[in-house]
C-alpha cells in the first residue's frame, strides 16, 4: 500500500472508532488481570495468614495454591477473550476498512 491508503484509513472515523475500541478492551483486561495480581500480592505481604489456611482440615495445601492458580487461569480467560472480540469484531472492521481505502 502506498501513503495515500495509510491516509485514508487513518482518517476514516470507522478506523479511529476500532482504535479507541480495541484500545479500551485491552486497557481494561489489563488492567483487571493486574488488580488481580496486586491484590494477591497485597494479600501475601499484609494477610499472609489467610492465604496459609489449609484447603481442607488437615490438608497440605494452602488456600494460595488455588488463588494463584485462578490468577494463572483468569490470564488465559482474558487473553482468550481478547482474542476473540479481535477475530469476530475487530479483524472484519479492520479488512472492510483497509478494503474500502484500497479502491
Do not use: C
Request: avoid cysteine.
Amino acid at each position: 500500500m502506498h501513503d495515500e491508503t495509510y491516509k485514508k484509513i487513518a482518517q476514516d472515523p470507522r478506523f479511529q472508532q476500532l482504535v479507541r475500541r480495541r484500545n479500551r478492551l485491552a486497557w481494561t483486561l489489563s488492567i483487571a488481570i493486574l488488580a488481580l495480581y496486586f491484590t494477591f500480592i497485597l494479600v501475601i505481604a499484609f494477610a499472609p495468614e489467610l492465604l496459609g489456611q489449609p484447603v481442607v482440615t488437615g490438608s497440605i495445601t494452602t488456600l494460595g495454591i488455588p488463588a494463584g492458580i485462578l490468577i494463572i487461569l483468569s490470564a488465559f480467560v482474558l487473553t482468550g477473550i481478547y482474542v476473540h472480540r479481535a477475530n469476530q469484531e475487530f479483524d472484519q472492521l479492520n479488512r472492510s476498512i483497509v478494503e474500502e481505502a484500497a479502491q
